[in-house]
């Protein structure tokens, strides 16, 4: 017992004299209760050797009884109201991370409304504020987020690159979300530029992990995703059908793999600037069916694969070329493999960390 205190103070004091001497980052993360800014906190927190803190913000009550029972402080604040940043001048810190945003997947939309303007004026004028907050807090480094949606019209031959022409459609329900995010990187870019920072914007794949977008919003439809219904498939024992052709491709990123590269651009303090993030290759849906089925099914019920081209699907996404992020900032995914990827995803549902904090189950 007395080796285990003195090895916590010993800890308690190199902790110290690392933050002193700045080897360790406090990070602010805003949005800290949205699906992958939890992954963040988490992941940050179990970093000893790097951050010193973490502040979390959010607007869902229910994650601040977790937030300090892991020691993170946790404060409500409205990105569209600057005032309300000023909660968190109490901190110092190093950088932030902004995953507060407006998504499609998550709104519910009357097709006789346009709500083009609360996009503008959460994803634009949010980080906007944010920005300013961390310009005049001597905050040199935010990292935020925008879509592969921004190319969404390429065919899937086309390899997309950073310098790649946008191609997005202006009528489908990604619209608003995609125009307000190119707008957002402009104003990224503007305060590197004019005031020296060191902003990050990742455009940003299918994020995949255990969270509240089993089911989500298409066109302001409530329906279950498409990897959901292969899972739950999969782990009743029943025949999944796979529409269109199998060789259809997807751009899926496991959400602690986006961790993973958010948390190698805050320890390099001079990267910025505008990144691809996903893997080398996008994953064939026949490929993922069959992952899922070598995870979920029981070996004595396990689903059988039924083809149906004659029912169209989605389609297949172009491949974001990630040669830049892995040369600037040394990205090296753990999960790029689909069958790790599903087993990770496994091991999640079990420990129920997540389905607790997002209410699902």
């Known amino acids: 017992m007395a080796t285990d205190a003195k090895r916590l103070l010993m800890n308690y004091f190199r ?3 690392l933050i002193k001497e700045k080897k360790l980052m406090n990070i602010l993360i805003i949005g800290a209760s949205s699906f992958i800014g939890a992954y963040q906190v988490e992941q ?5 050797d790097f951050v010193g803190g973490v502040v979390g913000t959010g607007r869902n009550p229910r994650f601040r009884d977790y937030y300090e029972s892991i020691g993170v402080p946790y404060y409500n604040i409205d990105v569209c109201d600057y005032d309300s940043f000023k909660v968190l001048d109490q901190y110092d810190f190093d950088a932030a991370v902004l995953f507060a945003t407006m998504m499609p997947s998550n709104i519910p939309k009357d097709d006789d409304s346009d709500d083009t ?3 503008y004026k959460v994803n634009v004028l949010g980080t906007l504020n944010a920005l300013e907050y961390c310009r005049t807090r001597g905050i040199n480094k935010l990292i935020s987020f925008g879509t592969r949606f921004d190319c969404r019209l390429y065919d899937s031959n086309t390899v997309i690159t950073e310098e790649t022409p946008l191609n997005y459609s202006l009528t489908d329900d990604h619209a608003a979300f995609v125009m307000s995010n190119n707008a957002k990187w402009d104003v990224m870019r503007y305060y590197n530029e004019k005031y020296e920072m060191n902003n990050i914007y990742f455009r940003i794949p299918t994020i995949f992990g255990v969270g509240p977008h089993g089911s989500f919003y298409k066109d302001g439809i409530y329906r279950k995703s498409g990897i959901q219904i292969f899972i739950d498939k999969a782990a009743a024992g029943e025949p999944i059908e796979v ?3 199998t060789d259809t491709t997807k751009d899926l990123l496991y959400v602690k793999d986006l961790n993973i590269g958010v948390l190698n651009a805050l320890k390099i303090p001079t ?3 505008f990144y691809n993030i996903g893997y080398e290759q996008n994953f064939r849906l026949i490929d993922i069916v069959k992952a899922i089925i ?3 099914s029981n070996d004595n019920n396990i689903s059988t694969v039924i083809q149906r081209p004659d029912i169209p699907n989605n389609g297949s996404f172009p491949l974001m070329d990630i040669t830049k992020l892995k040369k600037d900032i040394g990205f090296e995914p753990h999960y790029s ?3 790790d990827m599903m087993e990770d995803y496994k091991c999640e549902l079990e420990r129920g960390l997540y389905t607790r904090l997002f209410n699902v189950y």
């Open 271 to 273: 990267s910025k600037g």
């Open 117 to 119: 303007a609360e996009y």
């Open 337 to 339: 493999n689909i069958v």
């Open 243 to 245: 529409y269109g052709s």
């Open 294 to 296: 070598e995870v979920f």
């Open 44 to 48: 940050l927190i179990n970093t000893p």
């Open 15 to 17: 902790k110290l004299i």
